[in-house]
Nanobody
Framework: QVQLVESGGGLVQAGGSLRLSCAAS????????MGWFRQAPGKEREFVAS????????YYADSVKGRVAISRDNAKNTVLLQMNSLKPEDTAVYYC????????WGQGTQVTVSS
């Protein structure tokens, strides 16, 4: 019954920035590790970043290290992904979800980076 809603995507030029947001309803995810994932057309979904329940432990895929920052606001039941220095290869639909036991996937938010 948890619903995940991603937002904040858009069209940006290479080198630009976006801040993605993930909001959940139905149950708080404050106790769970959450992650961001992305999927490009014809590609498998891939891991982007994760954050522990208390926000203290973070992991990033090598492809985005140094360019993105994951954070969370458990009081608002949200997870954020700040993306900087965007590259065309970052183009994908971005999703959030619980890492250990996934909820139903949301619609995702489209990120398109032009060269």
């Amino acid at each position: 019954q948890v619903q995940l809603v991603e937002s904040g995507g858009g069209l940006v030029q290479a080198g630009g920035s976006l801040r993605l947001s993930c909001a959940a309803s139905g149950r708080t995810f404050s106790n769970y590790e959450m992650g961001w994932f992305r999927q490009a057309p014809g590609k498998e979904r891939e891991f982007v970043a994760s954050i522990s329940g208390n926000g203290r432990i973070k992991y990033y895929a090598d492809s985005v290290k140094g360019r993105v920052a994951i954070s969370r606001d458990n009081a608002k039941n949200t997870v954020l992904l700040q993306m900087n220095s965007l590259k065309p290869e970052d183009t994908a639909v971005y999703y959030c979800n619980r890492r250990d036991r996934a909820y139903a996937w949301g619609q995702g938010t489209q990120v398109t980076v032009s060269s």
